[in-house]
């Protein structure tokens, strides 16, 4: 993407923590925001052009990698992520107004946040029922929609703000198991590579040639070597063959338009069975330490060293 989209699909319902994230970028906050059920409806969209870009979550700091999204991105669709966002997440039980704790008997979420504070759900509600929905935001429309009808002992989990937008009272505050509970979305696009910023984020997706001692050493080793700092790595079945047939998802720091990472994308391609590109785009947070600046410099040394030495062949 060469501007900031005008139309954006992301995974609601409007009141999704995937909102809230999305509305923390001033740029894209000013575009017009398209909701659908779920991920994969949002990367169909992009694909399909019917929104110029997509915001979907891919990692949560107690869950680890979102495998839906993470899937999707590897197996299923040619799109390239253009930023990373990161949100504190304050998960909270929302019920009809007047409902107490003890008036409980059923509570809805996405399995992935129930599974954040299924702690909290056994200590605190250990006779309560837990049933599936499609976000956060749409358990907080359900039991919103069906406490108006009458329906007693329904409960959400969900962002507070999704308590205001669906009818709903805050029974419980911050009720993740975990402290210090974050979650990683990207914005993705069908083309284009943003700028190099500095600190800077790329995701790659490598394929073996064959599952042998070693394999995962030799991919390592070419990030080692030139000092490049990996802030994500994972396994993921290949859906292509059997138990042990795994592709490696890697995210590391730098971007492709700096010479250590674009030399390792060459050594990986050259030697492994197949890498796919997922994008280089600005990283949320602090800036990483200068280990690989001082890289960059040294390699550019040397290749200004090698470049000499080439000028010196006879002809």
Same mark, same amino acid.
């Given at each position: 993407?060469?501007?900031?989209?005008?139309?954006?699909?992301?995974?609601?319902?409007?009141?999704?923590?995937?909102?809230?994230?999305l509305?923390?970028?001033?740029?894209?906050?000013?575009?017009?925001?398209?909701?659908?059920?779920?991920?994969?409806?949002v990367?169909?969209?992009?694909?399909?052009?019917?929104?110029?870009?997509?915001?979907?979550p891919?990692?949560?700091?107690?869950?680890?990698?979102?495998?839906?999204?993470q899937?999707?991105?590897?197996?299923?669709?040619?799109?390239?992520?253009?930023?990373?966002?990161?949100?504190?997440?304050?998960?909270?039980?929302?019920?009809?107004?007047?409902?107490?704790?003890?008036?409980?008997?059923?509570?809805?979420?996405?399995?992935?946040?129930?599974?954040?504070?299924?702690?909290?759900?056994?200590?605190?509600?250990?006779?309560?029922?837990?049933?599936?929905?499609?976000?956060?935001?749409?358990?907080?429309?359900?039991?919103?929609?069906?406490?108006?009808?009458?329906?007693?002992?329904?409960?959400?989990?969900?962002?507070?703000?999704?308590?205001?937008?669906?009818?709903?009272?805050?029974?419980?505050?911050?009720?993740?198991?975990?402290?210090?509970?974050?979650?990683?979305?990207?914005?993705v696009?069908?083309?284009?590579?943003?700028?190099?910023? &500095?600190?800077?984020?790329?995701?790659?997706?490598?394929?073996?040639?064959?599952?042998?001692?070693?394999?995962?050493?030799?991919?390592?080793?070419?990030?080692?070597?030139?000092?490049?700092?990996?802030?994500?790595?994972?396994?993921?079945?290949?859906?292509?063959?059997?138990?042990?047939?795994?592709?490696f998802?890697?995210?590391?720091?730098?971007?492709?338009?700096?010479?250590?990472?674009?030399?390792?994308?060459?050594?990986?391609?050259?030697?492994?069975? &197949?890498?796919?590109?997922?994008?280089?785009?600005?990283?949320?947070?602090?800036?990483?330490?200068?280990?690989?600046e001082?890289?960059?410099?040294r390699?550019?040394?040397?290749?200004?060293?090698?470049?000499?030495?080439?000028?010196?062949?006879?002809?």
């Open positions: 993407m060469t501007s900031t989209p005008q139309r954006i699909g992301f995974f609601g319902p409007f009141g999704t923590f995937t909102e809230q994230a509305l923390t970028q001033a740029d894209l906050a000013a575009s017009e925001l398209v909701p659908y059920r779920s991920v994969p409806d990367l169909d969209a992009v694909a399909r052009g019917d929104v110029d870009a997509g915001f979907v891919i990692e949560n700091s107690i869950e680890g990698t979102v495998n839906f999204t899937d999707a991105l590897i197996f299923d669709y040619e799109l390239l992520i253009q930023r990373e966002v990161v949100l504190d997440i304050e998960h909270c039980l929302l019920a009809a107004a007047g409902t107490s704790l003890s008036d409980v008997s059923v509570v809805l979420s996405i399995p992935v946040a129930t599974a954040q504070c299924s702690a909290w759900l056994r200590d605190t509600l250990p006779n309560a029922e837990v049933h599936a929905a499609n976000s956060t935001a749409d358990a907080a429309r359900s039991v919103g929609e069906r406490s108006a009808a009458g329906e007693k002992g329904l409960a959400a989990l969900a962002p507070a703000n999704a308590a205001e937008l669906y009818g709903l009272a805050v029974v419980a505050r911050d009720i993740a198991d975990h402290a210090g509970n974050q979650t990683r979305f990207v914005l696009s069908q083309q284009g590579i943003p700028q190099p910023t &500095g600190h800077d984020k790329t995701g790659i997706v490598v394929f073996q040639r064959a599952d042998e001692p070693g394999s995962l050493i030799s991919i390592l080793q070419e990030f080692a070597a030139r000092r490049i700092n990996l802030s994500l790595l994972s396994s993921r079945p290949t859906k292509a063959g059997g138990l042990g047939d795994y592709c998802i890697i995210y590391a720091d730098g971007h492709v338009g700096d010479e250590l990472m674009a030399d390792v994308l060459r050594d990986l391609h050259t030697k492994q069975g &197949g890498v796919k590109f997922l994008g280089s785009y600005p990283a949320a947070g602090d800036h990483a330490h200068t280990a690989r001082h890289a960059d410099a390699w550019q040394d040397a290749d200004d060293w090698v470049a000499h030495l080439r000028t010196q062949i006879r002809d």
